[in-house]
């Protein structure tokens, strides 16, 4: 009686689904669960970065720092003053440089990053330029970023050598502050004494003398010919029509 009561209950569950339906369906669900977050993924990230929103970069340079700031600030930009320089013939506090450049295709809201011209020059420390090699102090100033730097040969038997570095006629010593647009000047060795050059201006006059001397005798020699040769007693005497 009881196995033929399981029997009938068995028939009347209804059948099993295949565990392969099942793994089908489960992985269906999870694909489109996942185009579904990609989509969404998607979207939110063109939302939040403006995609296929641009707008220009105005040029802001020659511009006070202040003018140039509220022009980008109208535009929707943010402004960082990124750094200064100093530029001869530039007016203090005008834009030299911006980045991005102007014209440039950016997001709204993109940060503009402004380069000024210093109010004032730069000043470095003079270092040690003295007892060492032109060429070596040429490339310590340069490498401060001093490029105004003439070379003045002095008599000296070491050739190359700097005796000493002056800036506006005064003697500068390691440690004085200058602007880097300061001239400096080195005073540098011509491998040419003074002993060398009064030897050589006494044997420069000395051959200038040589050559004037020849030229001298010769000019005493032709005054001091006779207008004519003389006359010969014995013919005088032979020929009396001679002094007719």
């Given at each position: 009686?009881?196995?033929?009561?399981?029997?009938?209950?068995?028939?009347?569950?209804?059948?099993?689904?295949?565990?392969?339906?099942?793994?089908?369906?489960?992985g269906l669900l999870i694909f489109v669960a996942a185009v579904f977050l990609l989509w969404l993924t998607t979207f939110w990230l063109d939302l939040w970065t403006h995609h296929?929103?641009?707008?220009?970069?105005?040029?802001?340079?020659?511009?006070?720092?202040?003018?140039?700031?509220?022009?980008?600030?109208?535009?929707?930009?943010?402004?960082?003053?990124?750094?200064?320089?100093?530029?001869?013939?530039?007016?203090?506090?005008?834009?030299?440089?911006?980045?991005?450049?102007?014209?440039?295709?950016?997001?709204?809201?993109?940060?503009?990053?402004?380069?000024?011209?210093?109010?004032?020059?730069?000043?470095?420390?003079?270092?040690?330029?003295?007892?060492?090699?032109?060429?070596?102090?040429?490339?310590?100033?340069?490498?401060?970023?001093?490029?105004?730097?003439?070379?003045?040969?002095?008599?000296?038997?070491?050739?190359?050598?700097?005796?000493?570095?002056?800036w506006n006629g005064n003697r500068l010593t390691p440690g004085i502050r200058v602007p880097l647009t300061a001239k400096i000047v080195l005073e540098v060795g011509s491998g040419?004494?003074?002993?060398?050059?009064?030897?050589?201006?006494?044997?420069?006059?000395?051959?200038?003398?040589?050559?004037?001397?020849?030229?001298?005798?010769?000019?005493?020699?032709?005054?001091?010919?006779?207008?004519?040769?003389?006359?010969?007693?014995?013919?005088?005497?032979?020929?009396?029509?001679?002094?007719?």
């Amino acid at each position: 009686m009881d196995i033929s009561n399981q029997d009938n209950k068995k028939e009347a569950m209804p059948g099993r689904r295949p565990v392969w339906k099942s793994c089908l369906l489960h992985g269906l669900l999870i694909f489109v669960a996942a185009v579904f977050l990609l989509w969404l993924t998607t979207f939110w990230l063109d939302l939040w970065t403006h995609h296929g929103d641009s707008i220009s970069v105005p040029d802001v340079k020659g511009m006070l720092f202040d003018r140039a700031n509220d022009a980008l600030s109208d535009e929707g930009f943010d402004v960082v003053l990124y750094d200064s320089v100093y530029e001869d013939g530039v007016a203090p506090g005008a834009v030299v440089d911006q980045n991005p450049k102007s014209s440039t295709n950016v997001k709204p809201g993109r940060t503009v990053y402004l380069t000024i011209n210093a109010f004032y020059p730069r000043t470095v420390l003079v270092p040690v330029l003295t007892d060492m090699s032109v060429r070596q102090a040429k490339t310590i100033l340069e490498g401060l970023g001093m490029k105004n730097v003439l070379i003045k040969e002095i008599p000296s038997e070491y050739k190359d050598l700097v005796y000493k570095a002056t800036w506006n006629g005064n003697r500068l010593t390691p440690g004085i502050r200058v602007p880097l647009t300061a001239k400096i000047v080195l005073e540098v060795g011509s491998g040419y004494t003074i002993e060398d050059m009064i030897r050589d201006s006494i044997s420069a006059a000395s051959a200038v003398a040589s050559e004037q001397l020849p030229e001298e005798e010769s000019s005493d020699e032709i005054h001091s010919s006779p207008a004519s040769e003389p006359v010969p007693a014995s013919q005088a005497d032979h020929d009396p029509d001679f002094f007719d």
